[in-house]
T-cell receptor, first 115, second 118 residues
Framework: AQSVAQPEDQVNVAEGNPLTVKCTYSVSGNPYLFWYVQYPNRGLQFLLKYITGDNLVKGSYGFEAEFNKSQTSFHLKKPSALVSDSALYFCAVRDATDSWGKFQFGAGTQVVVTP | ETGVTQSPTHLIKTRGQQVTLRCSSQSGHNTVSWYQQALGQGPQFIFQYYREEENGRGNFPPRFSGLQFPNYSSELNVNALELDDSALYLC?????????????????FGAGTRLSVL
């Protein structure tokens, strides 16, 4: 079985400061890892994914994430947060060896960026 | 915008009724997945359709059923609605190549249908 944990319900950060949203995962095989963002009354928007290769993945809107296999983590980062980054962020994992690749999402982390 | 459209945007039903939600996938995509997102929670996988067949299902009872049409659009049907079915229902489309489910492709989500069961 696969699972995703986002240990923080909410992250508060001042505009211009670094932003980190934590995610840890558990899968039987190799993981495919994704980050999505959700704004109020909107669907999920894709930010970035890790499939294989470089552990540091760069995505949309200046976000990046670092895959750490030993710690089974895939934390989302942004060097300088903007007020417009305030939203709900979801980490998701797929098991690469699963025959039909069910997506498992975390519970989400609310990011609040204050001016 | 992702190009995935869902209808209706909002829906109010009463317990015991049946509901049909619709999803039009992004152009060129052949796979549709449905998710239920309860308030304050992450999306929960309901099922996935590829080539008009269900090829994966989460922990949802049989009263949740679906269809995929030749144009890859899809429907989610829920019978005998319960109060706990109140949620945002999300549709996601993707392009599956090779072994379905093992592809690395991104799922693109629609804005969802907000279902309220009274």
């Amino acid at each position: 079985a696969q699972s995703v944990a986002q240990p923080e319900d909410q992250v508060n950060v001042a505009e211009g400061n670094p932003l980190t949203v934590k995610c840890t995962y558990s899968v039987s095989g190799n993981p495919y890892l994704f980050w999505y963002v959700q704004y109020p009354n909107r669907g999920l928007q894709f930010l970035l994914k890790y499939i294989t290769g470089d552990n540091l993945v760069k995505g949309s809107y200046g976000f990046e994430a670092e895959f750490n296999k030993s710690q089974t983590s895939f934390h989302l980062k942004k060097p300088s947060a903007l007020v417009s980054d305030s939203a709900l962020y979801f980490c998701a994992v797929r098991d690469a060896t699963d025959s039909w690749g069910k997506f498992q999402f975390g519970a989400g982390t609310q990011v609040v960026v204050t001016p | 915008e992702t190009g995935v459209t869902q209808s209706p945007t909002h829906l109010i039903k009463t317990r015991g009724q049946q509901v049909t939600l619709r999803c039009s996938s992004q152009s060129g995509h052949n796979t549709v997945s449905w998710y239920q997102q309860a308030l304050g929670q992450g999306p929960q996988f309901i099922f996935q359709y590829y080539r008009e067949e269900e090829n994966g299902r989460g922990n949802f009872p049989p009263r949740f059923s679906g269809l995929q049409f030749p144009n890859y659009s899809s429907e989610l049907n829920v019978n005998a609605l319960e109060l706990d079915d109140s949620a945002l229902y999300l549709c996601a489309s993707s392009l599956s190549v090779g072994i379905v489910g093992r592809d690395k492709n991104i799922q693109y989500f629609g804005a969802g249908t907000r279902l309220s069961v009274l």
